[in-house]
């Protein structure tokens, strides 16, 4: 789990390298909010997880659907949260960041450990 968040971070990273590239710094702020509101809510989600991880199965499972519930309101609360915070936000950078995250969690599978 918690070499999914790596992936997030370093995609996190290079959104906002590459959106400051062709945006300037307010893309590169957008784009690393965006993936912060991904990858942030993941990673206490992954470390609640690694603590769970020594109870009975039935505990597990109910922890891993509440936690669930919780980082996808944490991430929307991130974003709404960014948005108010930050009021210059590029709306094309921050979803990007945002995608880009989400998506490097598909290449976790193919990175050997």
């Known amino acids: 789990m918690f070499k999914a968040v790596y992936l997030q971070v370093g995609a ?9 590239l062709f945006l300037g710094w307010r893309g590169a702020v957008s784009a690393a909010l965006g993936g912060a ?11 609640r997880l690694h603590l769970v991880s020594k109870r009975d199965d039935a505990s597990y499972m ?20 960014a948005q108010a915070l930050y009021r210059d936000v ?15 969690n598909l290449f976790a599978f ?4």
Do not use: R
């Not at 509101?37 to 470390?47: G, Q």
């Not at 109910?62 to 949260?81: H, I, Q, W």
């Open 12 to 20: 996190t990273i290079i959104a906002a390298i590459a959106a400051s």
């Open 37 to 47: 509101a991904c990858f942030l809510p993941n990673l206490m989600f992954a470390m």
């Open 62 to 81: 109910s922890a891993f659907f509440v936690g669930e519930f919780f980082k996808v309101a944490s991430t929307v609360g991130l974003l709404v949260l």
């Open 90 to 104: 590029h709306w094309l950078a921050l979803f990007l960041g945002l995608v880009l995250a989400l998506k490097a």
């Open 110 to 113: 193919l990175v050997k450990t």
